[in-house]
């Protein structure tokens, strides 16, 4: 029947790959993408709080010690602008260091260095100094953390040239894009997501190859299976855990007879403006989706992008769904509020589509 | 001025030489005689045996290092011109007075080893293999420049030299410097690198977090801190509770040298560089001093007396001193020195009128170096409708 029809679109989908559909979770993804890209070139080393001797914080560099030694696992003091800026050193002098922020709220303390001596340097020396280095580690809300360990930083990275920014979602995504991140001559800002790390995605064949990679700059269409034969009513655009909730969102539409393609960004900068405005022009509706703060957030530029671009494909206002415009309290309920949920992606979706009851919004006494 | 330099000249015979002149004399001219120089001050250390006030030194060393530390005092003083001719814009920190620190540490290193510092770095770069021309039109943003125009005072840099930089926060350049420690030691290189910093700088929190590191991974990493008294406007006495820079490294050693005088730097850079291949960092404190202000914004006497900056010109400049070795050694005229400075004023202004007639960087080079590996994405201008390139 229908439903199950549709329960089932994702694995369906991942069918064209490979018969036995192989799993993977996104903590292996990273690990294995770690060690091989370490394997593969002695100047890749890896600096951190916790990532030698305790495996790991969220044990993403579990056994890299014991395989790679000390020399090339270095566990570090709680100082990040002193470790980060270290990194860069090395990577001026030609190393190809891979920094983990235990979150990206710590790399504030080191954002001097992301900035001003990684991500400008090479235009600063016109070419001289390049930056092959990775900043990596969990990005935005956890659970009950609080308003200190739960920001995203992908609008901020984002907004500046000289970086490249990248948010996988599923351990695919994972697996290459850090691969191409560590490859990558230039300093790449890789934004995980600890909620992820424990989910366990289906992979195709040639994930497992330790040539795979994933191009940098190229978001990734999906939709679920329906939406193929269909016709597509909206285009949702997501990255990180909130690709997740657009899926589901996508399949909740579905059965209201509203199909949405979901793009999964994968890459905040280079932004995939291509990708998204081809969408747009096809289904002439948008929502985008981000766990960060609305203002001067992701789904603002890509608004501004697909209104300067296609601004004669829209039928109706770009919606946008974001975390909420305060810090993240910790109680559960108002946490709750404060991170975007599936309903809001469908409600948002069904706006764009003008299917919605008029939405009185909530009172808010300030 | 010539007159009383002579009366200088010879108050140094009349007089027991003082102590940046003592030497045993040898009357030859072989330009690789060996003279042996003792440093004007001795040294003071913190944790560590302070090497010999003693040198050896030869006539064409005494020669090189006049040489060169005219060309870059000459150099500044036509940067100041260029300032207030308009012709260089934005930041110009200068660096004529701190010589002695740039020559000394070059005589003592190769150019494998490292050197980083801040934005007080035109000197530097010329000692690490840069040229006046590749200062003067990156001053003044040509095509030229060594980061062709497109970095500015602050941002030179020399890679092939050992040159890292040039950089514009405060700080920020000593956890770098360690970083390429740390690769020279991940690259089994026996090369160490020096990062340079000032006593403003001095007191930066990461400073701190990364020479721990430092010292934890036994990093050669030589930090040496310039201490020219004063962090921009105030004063280091205002800045700091302990302005005993080469005591702030605490399980750090480090020693203290008289920055004006390019004998001690050398010595002092040969000794940490030996130290630190072997057992990790350590801190050298040039005292050292700098005639202009912060940068051309900066008069420097605001929070400075003009005396204070003309007696150390008379007292301890460094260039002067290395003039009255090399006359108290009969190595060369007071005439053939002046001669020098004249071929360096002829050089400089010949560089000027060189860099003056670089052009300007093409409008194309807004766009190019944003990345190393730019996968063709657009970046656009002011007016994204108007002006877009593809990032190659």
Redesign the interface.
Known sequence: NMNQFLLGSRVFASRSFSSAAKEMTVRDALNSALDEEMSADPKVFIMGEEVGEYQGAYKITKGLLDKYGPERVLDTPITEAGFAGIGVGAAYHGLKPIIEFMTFNFSMQAIDHIINSAAKSNYMSAGQISVPIVFRGPNGAAAGVGAQHSQCYAAWYGACPGLKVLAPYSSEDARGLLKSAIRDPDPVVFLENELLYGESFPVSAECFDSSFSLPIGKAKASSCFLSLFLGKDVTITAFSKMVGYALKAAEILAKEGITAEVINLRSIRPLDRPTINASVRKTNRLVTVEEGFPQHGVGAEICASVVEESFEYLDAPVERISGADVPMPYAANLERMAVPQIEDIVRAAKRACYRAAKSVPMAAAA | MALSTSRRAINQFIKPLSSSVYATRRLTSDSTATITVETSLPFTAHNIDPPSRSITTSPNELMTFFSDMAEMRRMEIAADSLYKAKLIRGFCHLYDGQEAVAVGMESAITRKD?I?TAYRDHCIFLGRGGTLLESFAELMGRKEGC?????GSM?F???EGGF??????VG?Q???????????K??KEEYVTFAMYGDGAANQ??L???L??AA??DLPAILVCENNHYGMGTAEWRAAKSPAYYKRGDYVPGLKVDGMDVFAVKQACKFAKEHALKNGPIILEMDTYRYHGHSMSDPGSTYRTRDEISGVRQERDPIERIRKLILAHDIATEKELKDIEKEKRKIVDEAIAKAKESPMPDPSELF??????G?G???CGAD??EVRATLP
Do not use: D
């Not at chain 2, 980061?147 to 970095?151: F, I, L, P, Q, T």
């Not at chain 2, 890292?164 to 926060?169: K, P």
């Open positions: 490292c980083i980061s062709r125009g497109k970095g941002h840099y020399k890679k890292y930089g040039g950089h514009g926060i920020a000593v956890p770098l410097g360690i970083g390429l420690a740390f690769a020279q991940y690259s929190g990461q701190f977090e990364a721990n590191m934890l991974w190019t170096n944003v990345y190393v590996k996968f994405v657009e970046a994204r409708k």
